[in-house]
């Protein structure tokens, strides 16, 4: 089959799933809300958790980034910053695009009243969200805007807060437009490093292993952290500070969790709770699929596969956890199933990250429907997260220890 081809099928399967609430508005809103009223400014709700989230996206500014020869090149012919403000401007489009489909989508569930303010929401917040991306970043509570908008608009979504924050927003970003662009004043070093950085990301995705897409760590200014014993909890503990963007996206993920479960009643907690948890430990186990692809770094450890997968769900169970009581504390009702959820979602994120190479040998091709599905392929790069459904699942039916196995099992395999 032709690249042309696939691209075409890939699009024609994408239109037709994301399609689905459209010509299917029903059978989605029985699905989402029920029996039950959603709450008169429930889209809203959705669209400003959405903004919160394509804000939260774009403060990585993965735009920097220039093939060292193309760099020394174009400098004769194109300012490199025309090339960097395009690709800035690109990426945000294309996210908002998506925000703009979840909008669409909400408003056929939910109603769509109050939609005139998500709409001056959303151009309000986009615009900031451009004008700080064009700047350096001041550090890693720039990311905690986002979070403090998506409180805001989940337990004060109320039109006059939004209106005022709206307008703060564009005066945010006027003042932002001021400043120098960071495609202007970016080093040669930094756009080759992420280039660099971006490569093996790119080679990682094209062998399917996903999990090279995990938030990579920022310098620890602890001195002797590895000095003593245990040095592989120390390692772990370190890939957890190492990482505070994740940190506050972790309390995002919360936020959104709790505000979903109240506007979506109709879907179970405890599929919030497994989802959520496992979203929010997934980056923290970017030091284990590091140990997974680095043998050298994994001798010099000196411990077992086994050791290192029980040290790993430990420290991720304890970061779902953590996680879970943020959960609680926002309105989602605890239970013995959402506790359960705990360690199913640091599992099942062990599980995806220490999954062997993929084997092209075994694509497993079926028919469905007249399309050739790789099956085998589909179902090792869904390890791990068939152990989250399937276990979310087993909870929502009441199964604890059937569950209870299904998490031995997962990191004993």
Known sequence: MSDTVSRALAVVLAVGIGGAPFYQPEATRDALVGDTVPPSNAALVVVCLGVAVAWWSTQGRGYLWAD???????????????????????????????????????????????????????????????????????????????????????????????????????????????????????????????????????????????????????????????????????????????????????????????????????????????IGGYLAAIPFAAPVAQLRRTPGLRRWLNHSTLTVKLTAAAVLALVAALWLAAVTALGIDWTTTSLVAVPLAAAAAVRSVTRDPIDFANVGMVDLGGVLVPMGLVVQVARGIDVLVLGAVLLAAGLVPVVAVLCAAALLS
């Open 68 to 274: 060292p020869a193309k760099l020394t090149w174009d400098d004769l012919t194109a300012p490199r910053s025309a090339a960097l403000s395009r690709r800035l401007t690109l990426g945000w489009a294309a996210r908002w695009a998506a925000l703009a489909y979840g909008a669409a989508v909400s408003g056929v569930v939910l109603g769509w009243d109050g939609f005139l303010y998500a709409a001056i929401l959303s151009a309000a917040f986009g615009f900031l969200a451009l004008s700080a991306a064009r700047v350096r970043s001041p550090g890693v509570w720039e990311s905690a805007l986002p979070l403090l908008l998506a409180a805001l608009g989940s337990y004060a979504a109320f039109r006059i807060p939004l209106v005022v924050s709206s307008g703060l927003a564009f005066v945010g970003g006027f003042l932002l437009l001021r400043r120098q662009p960071l495609a202007e004043a970016v080093g040669r070093q930094e756009l080759v490093r992420n280039f660099a950085a971006r490569m093996t990301q790119r080679v990682s995705v094209a062998f399917l292993d996903v999990w090279g897409l995990l938030p990579p760590a920022r310098p620890l200014a602890l001195r002797g952290i590895f000095a003593r014993r245990p040095i592989l909890l120390r390692y772990l503990l370190a890939g957890v500070l190492a990482r505070p963007r994740a940190l506050v996206g972790a309390a995002l993920i919360a936020v959104i969790a709790a505000a979903l479960h109240r506007v979506f009643p109709a879907v179970p907690p405890v599929w919030w709770t497994a």
